[in-house]
């Protein structure tokens, strides 16, 4: 968020100090202030929350507070991008780093990187990883609905960090929300797991007390680094962190979208569409199937009224689709009652 160069208002639109607060909420009441009230509180005017009235120069108006909200919203979406866009491109520097010393192969405790080929390596190295764990472990888990022989996989170590007391923290696709096999799961976790979920993640990435952390080194995850630099394991626990915040618990409902006749994930292909990525690339980072996909899409068209590919990436910026979500009272799109699909869930 956007801050403020004050010492005595260090903040951003995302939480005004006490006498912002009162100003702004009193000039949203009455439609305006004068410039001599808010002459204590400046942080309003540089979050471009006040401006001057066209009308007379000597009262200042309020931003609407929906306008407000919008803001936030596109920022902590740009955020979220650019965020995992980093995270990519530390994923590719490993790799490269790694390839280039020999102690990056080295099975030796208290290598920085460690190249872990093969899954037999890699459920070792997780196993031992996991006896050692003492207090939290940190975990994104993309893709769609889990299978039941992956969560099979990592059950036995799973509930051994429950008998020990250990935290366990896990993000998925929202998509994973619809698979029987996870609520099992959490189910038998009871109190030691907490679930959230996005409309996307970041790879896969587990983190043991914050000391060690495994990513995929590989398209097909077979080949796996072991992190235990302390550098490298903070940022990518302040990553896992800041999506957290972000996330919506797995036993809370999905946020309305706020347009009539379009779920939840329709918003998110359209979004997705309207940055131009393809069907396929849409699928994958939001764990769905292809035809599924396209499922949507096709729904999406005919809830806009699009005849045509081009006309849907037009129909979706207007309908305000094509960026986070608006708040309710800003310009509401209604659509004739359509019956539902399963694609829907």
């Known amino acids: 968020m956007a801050g403020h160069g004050t010492e005595a208002h260090p903040h951003g639109a995302d939480r005004l100090c006490d006498a912002g607060d009162r100003v702004y909420s009193r000039a949203v009441r009455r439609g305006r202030v004068s410039r001599e009230d808010a002459e204590s509180v400046p942080c309003l005017v540089e979050l471009a929350l006040l401006h001057p009235d066209p009308d007379d120069m000597g009262w200042l108006v309020p931003t609407?507070?929906?306008?407000?909200?919008?803001?936030?919203?596109?920022?902590?979406?740009?955020?979220?991008?650019?965020?995992?866009?980093?995270?990519?491109?530390?994923?590719?520097?490993?790799?490269?780093?790694?390839?280039l010393g020999g102690d990056a192969h080295s099975p030796s405790e208290g290598v920085a990187i460690r190249v872990l080929d093969g899954l037999p390596r890699i459920r070792a190295a997780m196993d031992e990883a996991t006896e050692a764990c003492t207090s939290e472990v940190l975990a994104v888990q993309p893709g769609g609905i889990r299978r039941e022989d992956e969560l099979s996989e990592g059950l036995h170590r799973a509930l051994a960090l429950r008998r020990r007391g250990v935290r366990m923290r896990d993000l998925y696709t929202h998509v994973a929300r619809h698979g029987q096999g996870l609520l099992n799961y959490m189910e038998l976790m009871e109190e030691?797991?907490?679930?959230?979920?996005?409309?996307?993640?970041?790879?896969?990435?587990?983190?043991?007390?914050?000391?060690?952390?495994?990513?995929?080194?590989?398209?097909?995850?077979?080949?796996?680094l072991e992190l235990r630099h302390p550098a490298l394991v903070g940022y990518l626990v302040t990553v896992f962190e800041r999506l957290w915040r972000l996330a919506i618990p797995l036993t809370a409902p999905l946020p309305d979208t706020g347009i009539e006749g379009i779920t939840h994930r329709e918003r998110s292909i359209a979004a997705l569409l309207a940055e131009g990525h393809q069907d396929a690339v849409v699928a994958e980072r939001l764990g769905i199937s292809v035809r599924t996909c396209r499922a949507h899409i096709a729904r999406l068209s005919e809830t806009l009224g699009a005849a045509s590919r081009t006309q849907l990436g037009v129909r979706i910026a207007q309908a305000g689709l094509d960026?986070?979500?608006?708040?309710?009272?800003?310009?509401?799109?209604?659509?004739p009652d359509r019956q539902g699909s399963p694609t829907d869930r």
């Open 192 to 224: 030691a797991a907490e679930a959230r979920t996005l409309d996307e993640v970041t790879e896969r990435l587990i983190v043991f007390d914050r000391t060690v952390a495994f990513i995929p080194a590989s398209p097909d995850r077979t080949i796996a």
């Open 323 to 335: 960026g986070p979500p608006r708040a309710p009272e800003l310009q509401p799109l209604t659509v």
């Open 64 to 99: 609407s507070p929906q306008e407000v909200m919008t803001r936030l919203l596109r920022e902590m979406h740009e955020h979220v991008v650019a965020t995992q866009s980093r995270m990519g491109e530390a994923v590719s520097a490993f790799e490269w780093y790694s390839a």
